[in-house]
C-alpha cells in the first residue's frame, strides 16, 4: 500500500534533502524515524531535491508499506514528530492509489525566494539581503522570457544525471509583501540549482549590470557559464506541489 506525507523543514540544518554518503539530509533524518516506528526499513521519495541550506515550507514524499496502516495512521505523525528534530515537522499521512507517485505525478511545483533591503535581524538565516536601490521593475520585465517551455541549461548544474533541461514555467514574478520582495516562480519541473541561478543572473539585471536583452541572450545560450551566479539558499523556499 503506498502513503503520501506532507512536511516541512528548514533546510538550515540539513546538507540537502536527498541522502549521500556522509552527510545529514532530510530523507535520511525522516527514514531513520519512520523506520524507528514502523519497526521495518522504510525507503521514502521525495517530489523533488533541494540543495544544501534551502527551506520547504510544503514538501511531498510517498512510501510502500506491506500492511494497511488504517488504525495507526492518526496516531502516526505524531509519533514521528516525537522522534524528528524540531527543524522538520509532519504535517499528514494518508493512503493513496498505488499509481501515485510524490515526484513523477506532480504537476507543478513553486518555490519562493524573499530578498529584504535593509539590516534585519528577523529574517538572518531567513531571506538575502539587497540593495535598496535593485531594480525589481527592470527584473520583472526580464522574467518574463522565462515564462513557456525553454531549455534551461544556461541556469543549471553542469554536472546532473537528467536526460532533458527542458521546463515550462507558468510563473515568474517579484512581488513585495511587506517589508520584503519574493520572487515565486512555478513549473511542471526544476533542475538542480535553477531557481538559484535564476535569480542570480536577474539580480545582475536589478543592478543595471545587465540589460533585459542580454538576459534573454543568456537563456538561449544554454551555457551555465554565460549566466550569473547562484543566489545564497538560505532565501529560498519550497512551498506548494499541486497533484492531479
Known amino acids: 500500500m503506498r502513503y503520501f506525507v506532507r512536511f516541512s523543514y ?30 521495518t526499513p522504510v525507503a521514502l521519495v521525495f517530489a523533488g531535491r533541494t540543495d544544501a541550506g534551502v527551506h520547504a515550507r510544503v514538501m511531498v514524499a510517498h512510501f510502500d508499506f506491506p500492511d494497511s496502516l488504517d488504525e495507526r495512521l492518526h496516531r502516526l505523525a505524531e509519533r514521528l514528530n516525537s522522534l524528528l528534530p524540531a527543524s522538520i515537522a509532519i504535517y499528514d499521512i494518508w493512503q493513496v492509489p498505488d499509481s501515485l507517485h510524490a515526484r513523477f505525478s506532480a504537476l507543478s511545483r ?3 525566494y524573499v530578498v529584504c533591503l535593509r539590516k534585519d535581524p528577523f529574517w538572518v538565516g531567513r531571506a538575502a539581503r539587497v540593495a535598496p536601490d535593485m531594480d525589481f521593475e527592470a527584473m520583472n520585465r526580464a522574467a518574463q522570457v522565462l515564462l513557456g517551455t525553454h531549455d534551461f541549461s544556461s541556469f543549471c548544474r553542469t554536472q546532473t544525471d537528467v536526460q532533458t533541461k527542458v521546463c515550462t514555467l507558468t510563473e515568474a514574478q517579484w512581488q513585495q509583501v511587506g ?24 539580480f545582475e539585471v536589478g543592478r543595471h549590470r545587465m540589460t533585459q536583452q542580454a538576459f534573454a541572450d543568456v537563456l538561449e545560450a544554454c551555457d551555465r557559464t554565460c549566466a550569473g551566479q547562484s543566489a545564497p539558499p538560505e532565501a529560498l523556499y519550497l512551498t506548494q506541489i499541486l497533484y492531479p
Do not use: K
Open 10 to 39: 528548514r533546510g538550515t540544518d540539513f546538507h540537502g534533502s536527498q541522502s549521500q554518503p556522509n552527510a545529514v539530509t532530510v530523507q535520511q533524518t525522516m527514514e531513520e524515524a519512520f523506520s524507528l516506528v514502523l519497526r
Open 110 to 112: 513553486t518555490y519562493e
Open 179 to 202: 517589508d520584503v520582495w519574493v520572487f515565486r516562480i512555478t513549473a511542471n519541473r526544476f533542475l538542480r540549482n535553477m531557481v538559484r541561478a535564476v535569480v542570480g543572473t536577474l
